[in-house]
């Protein structure tokens, strides 16, 4: 079995601007996107995060270059992944990852179908009221659902955001390179700082999972030795907003 990358995350609560800095943002590339996350439109109404709840994420991003749509599995097995899915790749407008998703002491598997398209055109399913985010998911995002979680159907969705997301790319902090992105909605604020470890020619699972689990501890330790505390949140931050948008929703 092929080996899979593995995303590092670490995250941090409020502050995410001063946190920023400590972490030395100003160094990096930065851009601003704004994020909504569709979800059952009756469950939501609820309060509720049906899709979430079947691990099936679906995701819009608008600004700062091309809009996408994503349709993710998370968490996912490697033998519900079949067919097509069995394995990444990449054929514009579509990439499609599989990867490993580590926070803390958490580790699952997740399957993203990203379809990138011209910026503007995905602003009427997530703005317009009334609209049905399922409309802009296409005939292969949908395959990949119905081939890899049968049991979930979209349909009669609504967008929830948006969520004004600050990215900062190839940050230098000791010697690692990260990624840090700050989430903005309703109350909450958070931080994001990641990293990818990529499998070697010459790794197997132990010595891939060894290198990563040194470059997680490495992360940890540069964030708190930059004066930044952690989030102990078991929740991820996908949970977390999409708990705090649905409440609004009710509200």
Not at 154 to 164: D, E, K, M, Q, T
Not at 183 to 203: H, I, M, Q
């Amino acid at each position: 079995m092929d080996l899979l990358p593995i995303e590092i995350k670490v995250n941090v609560d409020g502050g995410a601007g001063a946190a920023m800095a400590a972490l030395g943002a100003s160094a990096g590339r930065m851009s601003v996107r704004h994020i909504w996350f569709a979800e059952d439109r009756i469950g939501a109404a609820e309060g509720r995060v049906p899709l979430l709840d079947a691990g099936v994420i679906v995701r819009i991003r608008a600004g700062a270059g091309p809009d996408d749509l994503t349709v993710k599995l998370r968490p996912c097995t490697r033998e519900q992944l079949i067919g097509r899915f069995a394995a990444p790749f990449e054929a514009r407008p579509f990439t499609y990852k599989i990867e490993q998703d580590w926070t803390g002491s958490r580790r699952v598997l997740a399957a993203s179908l990203v379809h990138d398209h011209p910026p503007g055109v995905l602003t009427d399913v997530v703005t317009s009221p009334g609209a049905d985010p399922a409309t802009a998911v296409d005939a292969v995002q949908n395959q990949f659902l119905d081939v890899c979680a049968p049991e979930v159907r979209l349909g009669g969705l609504v967008a929830l955001g948006p969520i004004v997301a600050t990215k900062v790319e190839d940050v230098a902090l000791g010697d690692l390179e990260v990624n840090l992105e700050a989430w903005s909605v309703t109350d909450l604020d958070f931080l994001e700082a990641s990293l990818r470890v990529k499998p070697k020619d010459d790794d197997d699972a132990e010595q891939l999972t060894e290198r990563a689990e040194r470059k997680q501890r490495k992360l940890e330790d540069a964030v708190r030795a930059a004066g930044v505390e952690l989030s102990e949140h078991p929740d991820t931050k996908t949970r977390r907003v999409l708990t705090a948008l649905t409440a609004a929703v009710r509200a």
